[in-house]
């Protein structure tokens, strides 16, 4: 957590205007002088008195300072004895008090500033919070044209400035995570050129990102709407929108699967004339975005939440768990035969081997073959591992394959004849 310092008070207070000096130490008091020059050109200057020790009690002292501002008794320090300004002052009286009255709201909004700032002081960014923050503000600052290059710098460090100055966390901070994003963004020198391609590319990644969460937000009041929805011109729309969300390889369709299998076959969104989203979300939840043998753990969940999977069967995350492993290590070692490296396999998958003998003791083929595979240390016997686990998850998913009665029975063949031939292919037949 970021320790408030009088370091971080002294540049707080700068930036709001201040000229800040004479700092102080008086038993159990710490002051310091601030100046500021009033709309009408009055030098004006304030004692603060805080505790020693406890930077944060710089929002009590800005506070009792603003209370005790009394712009009538401010404005006739700057009156002469005429009746009208002195020392560089306003002519007229009403003009003084109108400044002096200035004053007191300059202090109102300082004091709030302060507070704001001590109060949230310890607030943290992640990296892809400091992302969001600065690209949403620039875009609020430059609004949502592309970037010149002849301001490329200048909005940048306008940026940069307010997220420092005016938004909460540690200044300190705040900058070492503004540096780190800079590099992300391939910002490495200072040519503007570098700064305007940049920023324009994170930019319009950015407005992709909440472009693509509006529609998610659209999607799901379609989905969780409570009455069927009506023929109207908002059919266009939503057909056009569901489209894009289980079509365009920019989104994510398993996540959109995921919400519309939750909100299950009798949900208005499904129920629109012609559309078959429903059937199409059940597409996803077994294709998994392509290929049935991989991201097993993701498609196996969104089955679960289709209801495709009854649990008839042994826990389908050992099965998930076991084929991306399996898969994971073919495509780093190609075939097995390193002992070591598939003892790491193993354990892996089984970190536990007492789970392990739980799982598969009612195969005692396999739990001879690692037992002895455990002794003896024999090569051939990882063959037959990996080919026993292979066809284990291959008839787990068979199964619930051919449970798929949400499909025709001519979808339901074709994709059972898919998935044992692209399963084929990955082993290589």
């Known amino acids: 957590m970021a320790k408030l310092t009088w370091d ?12 800040v000096s004479d700092w102080e130490s008086n038993g159990n008091q710490y002051s310091c002088e601030i100046q500021k ?15 020693k020790g406890n930077p944060a009690s710089v929002s009590d002292a800005f506070d009792e300072l603003y209370d005790n501002y009394d712009p009538e008794e401010e404005a006739m320090l700057w009156i002469g004895p005429d009746g009208h300004g002195k020392n560089g002052a306003p002519y007229h009286m009403k003009d003084v008090l109108k400044d002096m009255q200035a004053v007191k709201e300059d202090l109102k909004n300082a ?10 002081f310890d607030v943290k960014y992640s990296k892809e919070k400091m992302k969001s923050v600065f690209l949403n503000t620039l875009t609020r600052i430059n609004g949502e044209n592309r970037i010149e290059t002849k301001h490329a710098i200048g909005l940048c460090k306008q940026t940069c400035d307010e997220i420092l100055n005016n938004m909460p966390g540690s200044p300190k901070e705040k900058k070492k995570l503004l540096n780190y994003l800079l590099k992300d ?22 407005q992709k990102t909440i472009a693509q969460a509006k529609i998610m937000e659209d999607c799901e009041k379609h989905i969780l709407a409570t009455t069927k929805p009506l023929m109207s011109s908002n059919e266009v729309k939503v057909h056009r929108m569901f489209d894009s969300l289980f079509n365009n390889s920019e989104s994510d369709p398993v996540q959109y699967a995921a919400f519309v299998l939750a909100a299950g076959p009798d949900a208005p969104v499904n129920q629109y004339k012609g559309e078959k989203w429903w059937e199409k979300a059940v597409d996803h939840a077994v294709n998994s975005g392509g290929e049935l043998w991989q991201d097993s753990t993701e498609r196996i969940h969104l089955m679960e939440e289709a209801g495709l999977i009854q649990n008839d069967y042994e ?46 003791q009612k195969d005692q083929t396999l739990l001879r073959e690692y037992r002895k595979f455990d002794e003896d240390k024999e090569d051939h016997l ?7 686990a292979d066809k284990m998850y291959g008839q787990y998913m068979y199964k619930y394959l051919k449970d798929l009665d949400v499909l025709d ?8 004849a898919d998935y044992e031939r692209k399963h084929d292919a990955s082993r290589g037949r």
């Open 8 to 19: 971080d008070v002294e540049k707080k207070l700068e930036n709001l205007g201040f000229n």
């Open 37 to 51: 020059y009033s709309p009408a050109g009055q030098d004006c200057i304030f004692t603060l008195y805080m505790e």
């Open 111 to 120: 004091s709030e500033s302060i507070s704001y700032f001590v109060d949230n």
């Open 185 to 206: 963004f391939g910002i490495s020198d200072n040519k503007p050129e570098t700064y305007a391609d940049s920023l324009n590319k994170a930019v319009q990644e950015n």
């Open 315 to 360: 826990d389908p995350s050992l099965y998930a768990s076991c084929y991306d492993t399996y898969v994971a290590y073919m495509k780093e070692y190609g075939t097995p035969g390193d002992t070591v490296k598939f003892t790491t396999f193993v354990d892996d998958i089984f970190p536990n081997k007492n789970d392990m003998v739980e799982y598969l």
């Open 382 to 388: 990882i063959d037959k591992y990996i080919n026993k």
């Open 409 to 416: 029975n001519k979808a339901r063949d074709r994709k059972i």
